[in-house]
């Protein structure tokens, strides 16, 4: 934990979260070099901040979550808002992060496959091998089909536990 409170705050704060290593009275660019320190190393750094103080250190972070009850402009730099200023919710807002990629990528796979296999057969690809022409309409209901998958599949994650 770096913040720019003084040490007896520093303290009492992180021995209230759990936190052993601290550093207290840090400024911005402490911050921001202590981020860069950390990425030198081949560490993936997440930066969590709330204000003005924190934006170097937000903009310079590979994962940047600015809290929601924050400054409006750490909230512009940050990657990830959240809505309250809860840091519990900071592992549910990376899970749901990760589950969002997933879904994006089971997506384009599905649209993919629909797009790689309809549109050939619409085409009219196995008319001279078998006589088979796709009418239009089913080749529409095809690509409908398609759409209603991937948002029924984006759907799964307003019920995802977290």
Known sequence: MMTGDNAQTARAVASEVGVTDYRAEALPADKANFVKELQATGKIVAMIGDGINDL??????????AMGRGSDIAMDVAKMTLITSDLNSVPKALQLSKRTVQTIRQNLFWAFIYNLIGIPIAAGVLYPI?????NPMFAGADMALSSVSVVTNSLRL????L
Do not use: M, W
């Not at 170097?56 to 979550?65: E, F, K, M, R």
């Not at 307003?158 to 536990?161: E, P, T, V």
């Open 56 to 65: 170097q250190a937000l903009a310079q972070a590979d994962v940047s979550i």
């Open 130 to 134: 078998n006589g088979f022409l796709l």
């Open 158 to 161: 307003r019920s995802a536990k």
